[in-house]
Nanobody
């Protein structure tokens, strides 16, 4: 079992930045793929950033160049740096951990990000 706890959400003006953190309850990053997803009201949950156990990253076009995912193995924490935020980035952001060997998925509780003037 893995517990994930997100933090760092809040209210920010358009063009601003936020950094989200996701702390895992144990050391998993060497064997798990990690991802950040978001879900806006009335919309499906979508992937916004992913990082594999070897450090390869992937982003959809909607956030490419603005969002950066990274991980600190020593701290069991994965981050999402979000720059040049837009109102359409408003959503609940969720951290995800995938045990690629066993096919198991774990989710955090989510953190609200609101981009508004």
């Amino acid at each position: 079992q893995v517990q994930l706890v997100e933090s760092g959400g809040g209210l920010v003006q358009p063009g601003g930045s936020l950094r989200l953190s996701c702390a895992a309850s144990r050391s998993i990053f060497r064997s798990y793929a990690m991802g950040w997803y978001r879900q806006a009201p009335g919309k499906q949950r979508e992937l916004v950033a992913a990082i594999t156990s070897t450090g390869s990253t992937n982003y959809p076009d909607s956030v490419k160049g603005r969002f950066t995912i990274s991980k600190d193995i020593a701290k069991n924490t994965v981050y999402l740096q979000m720059n040049s935020l837009k109102p359409e980035d408003t959503a609940v952001y969720y951290c995800n951990a995938e045990d690629v060997i066993r096919g198991l998925y774990y989710w955090g509780q989510g953190t609200q990000v609101t981009v508004s003037s």
